[in-house]
C-alpha cells in the first residue's frame, strides 16, 4: 500500500522540489495515495518532471521503478512538457466511418511537418459525439462534423490565442 509516511525519515530533501513537497503532505497517511499524487503533481505542472520521480517514492517507501512504472504504464501521464495545444481526434468507430481516419492522418502529417505550430497529436477512442463524427478536441474542448479544412482553422485560432 502507498501510504505516506510521516516521521522524520520520509520527509523529503531540502532540494526537493517544494511544489512536490506539498503535494505529498496534503496526501500523507492517505492509502493509494500514488496515483491522486501523480495526478496532483501533473495538474499543476503539466507533466511529471524526472526529479519528482525520487521524491515521490521515498515519500511512498517505493522504489522508483515501481513509481516510473505506474507513470509509464498510463498513457495519461507526461514526462516531457506537454505542447501549448493538445489535439485529441477520435479514432472509434463511428468517427472511422465518417473520415476519421483521413482527418487523423491529416493531422499527423500537419503536426510532424510543424505546420500545425506547437500541437501534440493523441488517438482517442471515443469522445462521445458519434452522431456528429468525426470529432476532435482541442485543448479539452470538444468539435464536431470536422473536416480537414475546418481542423486547419481551429488549429489556426488554437495558434492565435
Known amino acids: 500500500m502507498d501510504t505516506i509516511r510521516s516521521d522524520a525519515d520520509a520527509a523529503p530533501h531540502d532540494d526537493a522540489d ?3 513537497r506539498d503535494i505529498l503532505a496534503r ?3 492517505q492509502p493509494g495515495a500514488l496515483l491522486p499524487i501523480l495526478h496532483d503533481v501533473q495538474d499543476a505542472l503539466g507533466w511529471i518532471p524526472e526529479p519528482a520521480v525520487p521524491q515521490i517514492a521515498a515519500a511512498l517507501q517505493r522504489s522508483r521503478a515501481e513509481v516510473h512504472g505506474v507513470i509509464s504504464f498510463y498513457s495519461h501521464f507526461r ?3 506537454p505542447a501549448r495545444t493538445h489535439l485529441e481526434v477520435c479514432r472509434a468507430e463511428s468517427c472511422q466511418a465518417c473520415g476519421g481516419g483521413a482527418l487523423y492522418e491529416h493531422a499527423r ?3 510532424s511537418a510543424g505546420d ?3 500541437v501534440s497529436l493523441a488517438p482517442v477512442y471515443c469522445l462521445g459525439l458519434c452522431a456528429q463524427s468525426p470529432a476532435v478536441m482541442i485543448d ?3 468539435h464536431a462534423r470536422v473536416t480537414p479544412e475546418k481542423l486547419d482553422a481551429l488549429l489556426a485560432a488554437a495558434r492565435e490565442a
Open 18 to 20: 517544494p511544489l512536490v
Open 27 to 29: 496526501h500523507a497517511g
Open 79 to 81: 514526462t516531457a512538457p
Open 109 to 111: 502529417a500537419r503536426v
Open 116 to 118: 500545425a505550430g506547437d
Open 140 to 142: 479539452g474542448r470538444p
